[in-house]
């Protein structure tokens, strides 16, 4: 089993900079995808940002791009995601979610494709 622990989150206005962190652990050879997805109350989950263990993949959802960057640590099996120009509409629960596939453009953007979540961390953006 892969055990994925998130850090970061809280409480931002609009504009600021939050950093989430994940970590995982245990069976962690068998984890090629890391990402973030997201979910709104009201709204299905999303994948936010994802990348594969060589980096051959990598996703930003259109959403957040230019705002928001994601970054992997194969040694230390952790993926960050650095949140820039936060807006509301950014206010959700993220998850840390990983896959033991290397997904491909075609199927790292679907959050059906993730196997491994985390428990989940609130972000709040007030404007």
């Known amino acids: 089993q892969v055990q994925l622990v998130e850090s970061g989150g809280g409480w931002v206005q609009a504009g600021g900079s939050l950093r989430l962190s994940c970590a995982a652990s245990?069976?962690?050879?068998?984890?090629?995808?890391m990402g973030w997805l997201r979910q709104a109350p009201g709204k299905e989950r999303e994948v936010v940002a994802a990348?594969?263990?060589?980096?051959?993949?990598?996703y930003l959802a259109d959403s957040v791009k230019g705002r928001f960057t994601l970054s992997r640590d194969n040694a230390r099996n952790t993926v960050n995601l650095q949140m820039n120009s936060l807006k509301s509409e950014d206010t959700a629960v993220y998850y840390c979610?990983?896959?033991?596939?290397?997904?491909?453009?075609?199927?790292?953007?679907?959050?059906?494709?993730?196997?491994?979540w985390g428990q989940g961390t609130q972000v709040t953006v007030s404007s």
């Open positions: 990348i594969t263990r060589s980096g051959s993949t990598t």
């Open positions: 245990g069976r962690t050879n068998s984890v090629y995808t």
């Open positions: 979610a990983a896959s033991d596939v290397n997904l491909g453009n075609m199927m790292v953007s679907f959050a059906r494709n993730y196997g491994y």
